[in-house]
Nanobody, 126 residues
Framework: QLQASGGGLVQAGGSLTLSCAASGGRAFNNYAAAWFRQGPGKERELVASISRTSMRTYYEDSVQDRFTISRNNVENILYLRMNNLKPEDTAVYYC????????????????????WGQGTLVTVSS
């Protein structure tokens, strides 16, 4: 089970940190993980992904150098630090976990993710 939190209303240029707590099932370090988002009237898209033991990360071009994905496999938490937020970052953000991956895998397709959090809303005002 994944539980996302940390969303809210922020002005453009501001920062937020999203958290996703994992519980139940296998140990969290058995899963690659990612953050996706779905903006108003848009399809859900990948934001960033991270391998099982943080060996590799992947970022979509639109968030590169502004967002940082990280994880704590002892506390079973996935994070997304978001800096310099823009109105176009407004979306519901979802965390997801993908099993059966090696230590370097950062899956990009939604179809490769087995577990999903419920989403947390981020609204960026101009």
């Amino acid at each position: 089970q994944l539980q996302a939190s940390g969303g809210g209303l922020v002005q453009a240029g501001g920062s937020l940190t999203l958290s996703c707590a994992a519980s139940g099932g296998r140990a969290f370090n058995n899963y690659a993980a990612a953050w996706f988002r779905q903006g108003p009237g848009k399809e859900r898209e990948l934001v960033a992904s991270i391998s099982r033991t943080s060996m590799r990360t992947y970022y979509e071009d639109s968030v590169q150098d502004r967002f940082t994905i990280s994880r704590n496999n002892v506390e079973n938490i996935l994070y997304l630090r978001m800096n310099n937020l823009k109105p176009e970052d407004t979306a519901v953000y979802y965390c997801a976990a993908s099993g059966g991956r090696n230590h370097y895998s950062t899956p990009r397709s939604q179809n490769l993710y087995d577990y999903w959090g419920q989403g947390t809303l981020v609204t960026v005002s101009s």
